[in-house]
């Protein structure tokens, strides 16, 4: 069965800092490989997804991850995280059949100024 | 891109009434349609699987009798909480999937706050 592991419940980083979020996933296949933003009270918003191809995925409001396969991992990362970006965010998997998706339990980012 | 939208956003019911929320896809057709609820500070939690025209699966310890789920068209489905208790206030979530440029694609709704007094 797929999962999803977020260690991280939750993170502070200083403005202008980089920022990581580790994400690691179990699934027996390739899986579709996504990371959301929630703000409070708010639906999902995707960053970006990766279902093949180049490992490194771009993707919006200048989110990156990168998929390793050998380590299960698809951390997502921000070279330097402004004010507006304190908020949850939830790595997810899906089956590359019935498109099932996961959501792993949600890291939430505090940016401190 | 696409969207999906949910009615109501917030409703509020007293216990032992019934509840439906809708959720649509506004300019694509959804085969499929899943069901997720939120509990404060925690994860989305799958509840169901709405394939047009059939009946829904229904994940592990969620109630099929409690949540009725109807997708009746490609592009509407609805979850109707029935005899809603305080303990089914939740955000439920839904969301739609399709392919765009031949990659399967989930575009989630905003969501709906039910609060059951």
């Known amino acids: 069965a797929q999962s999803v592991t977020q260690p991280d419940i939750h993170i502070t980083v200083s403005e202008g800092a980089s920022l990581e979020l580790r994400c690691n996933y179990s699934?027996?296949?390739?899986?579709?490989l996504f990371w959301y933003v929630q703000s409070p009270g708010q639906g999902l918003q995707l960053l970006l997804k990766?279902?093949?191809?180049?490992?490194l995925v771009q993707g919006i409001k200048g989110f990156e991850a990168e998929f390793k396969r050998s380590q299960s991992s698809f951390n997502l990362r921000k070279p330097s995280v402004h004010w507006s970006d304190a908020a949850e965010y939830f790595c997810a998997v899906a089956n590359t059949g019935g498109f099932k998706t996961i959501f792993g339990a949600g890291t939430r980012l505090f940016v401190k100024a | 891109g696409a969207v999906v939208s949910q009615h109501p956003s917030w409703v509020i019911c007293k216990s032992g009434t019934s509840v439906k929320i809708e959720c649509r896809s506004l300019?694509?057709?959804?085969?499929?349609m899943f069901w997720y609820r939120q509990f404060p500070k925690q994860s989305l939690m799958l509840m169901a699987t709405?394939?047009?025209?059939?009946?829904?699966?229904?994940e592990q310890g969620v109630e099929k009798d409690k949540f009725l789920i109807n997708h009746a068209s490609l592009t509407l489905s609805t979850l109707t909480v029935t005899s809603a208790h305080p303990e089914d206030s939740s955000f439920y979530i839904c969301?739609?999937?399709?392919?765009?440029?031949?990659?399967?694609?989930?575009?989630f709704g905003p969501g709906t706050r039910l609060l059951v007094l």
């Open positions: 969301s739609a999937r399709t392919r765009v440029w031949d990659e399967e694609t989930q575009y």
């Open positions: 990766y279902f093949s191809g180049d490992t």
């Open positions: 709405s394939n047009e025209g059939s009946k829904a699966t229904y």
């Open positions: 300019d694509f057709q959804a085969t499929t």
């Open positions: 699934y027996g296949a390739t899986p579709y």
